[in-house]
């Protein structure tokens, strides 16, 4: 059996695998099983079920007494997925886990692509190994939430970015950005990949001017993409909404007194209706723009309050973010799952980060569009809070990293033994 050949099958196990586990777990944990009242779960769900019927993009949204009321409160990306399996198979969760866990294992695949573009064949394999097996991979592949699908398109437009740098072209271009567009519609943590993927073509094919043109397609095409929300969306509202209804919230979630003081949620969020300044305001606006606004008002006006509190917090959220010790007060077996697997490729990543992005412009190799990747993950972090779902669609390339570190120490080791 050849390399390329060996290469194919050991592809092939690990996606068998990997759906095996995430659909052994779903099995386990119920594949049909309702989401929980009050739940992220719930909303994608009443969103997906009523445009299934026909009924357009409408469901609840927090504090208002109308919770059939056309909504921009979540982006619309993983409603719409879902509302498509709805009119095929009808209203079954474990349809929709399924497709979590094919996305899921698809995602694998995706992993070892960008190691062997950026790295090698070896590093792409252990990569895509470890993330076949990785826990919160396959714990999050058979909840109903927006990871799944969301980190399969998102590396599937890094994988593409790759394959444009090698080959620009204007539809290469356009297909990145699709990806991207749709990526954010799905789970908008990578918002900010739009001006960085700007400033990786701009940066990576200088002096190449067709090749820059088509590169800034990218963006162009993301934004889009995204274009039929918004008019939507000022259709419904009247205003321009880029992503949702719930990012003033977010940041108010984030930014407030108590995060910054109280070490139970210090660097994490609060719900902004349990602030009690913010309550009875929030709770009586009884419309999901008017209080997405005014939660927005109340953080920027808690910032410019408190420019004491920024670094402090700062810190706090990006130990939140990345630390891999959990807060006491979860379970014990996410705690010990999150320590033994995220804490080596931390160290790992840790090591491997700076050398790569050095050696990646050194080269005018395009992977350090996995560096940005990781900058808007710490964007994402300091404007809203630390939690390790913000973290999850980057987990597979810091893996990458960290297999790359693990591979250049093994290699080392091995010659001081030949020494």
Known sequence: MNGPERTRWI??????????????????????????????SREY????????QGRGYRGMSPNVADQDHLTAYRPPGISIVWAGLYRV??????????????????????????????????????????????????FFSVQLLSEPLGTFWFLWFVVACLRFAEHPTCGGG?????????????????????????????????GQRAAMIKALLIPAAAVAVMIPWWVRNYSVFHSFIPISTMSGSGLLQGNNRIVAEDPRYMGYNIW?????????ALRSSNDELKRDQMAKGFAIQWLRDNPDRWLPLARAK?????????????????????????????ILFLIAVIPTLVGFLRSNHPGWIIHLAIVNSLIITLMFWGETRYRHSIEPLCIILASEAFVVGLRALSRCRLG
């Open 174 to 206: 356009v297909w990145a950005g699709a990806l991207l567009g749709i990526s954010i519609l799905s789970r908008p943590n990578p918002v900010f990949m739009i001006p960085l993927v700007g400033v990786w073509a701009i940066w990576q094919f200088r």
């Open 89 to 138: 198979f009808g209203h079954r969760y474990d349809v929709v886990r399924i497709t979590n866990c094919l996305a899921g294992s698809a995602t694998i695949l995706l992993v070892y692509l960008i190691g062997r573009r950026c790295f090698n064949d070896q590093v792409g394999l252990l990569a895509a190994a470890g993330y076949a097996v990785y826990p919160s991979a396959i």
């Open 45 to 52: 769900d009443t969103y997906a079920w009523n445009v299934a």
């Open 272 to 280: 902004d209706t349990n602030i009690p300044e913010y309550a009875d």
């Open 11 to 40: 592809l092939l196990v690990l996606v068998v695998l990997g759906f095996a586990l995430r659909l052994g777990l779903g099995i386990v944990l119920g594949l049909n099983a309702e989401p929980e009242p009050s739940s992220d």
């Open 318 to 346: 990006l130990v939140r973010a990345w630390t891999p010790f959990l807060q006491p007060r979860t379970p014990p077996i996410y705690r010990w799952g999150t320590l033994a697997s995220w804490g080596p490729v931390l």
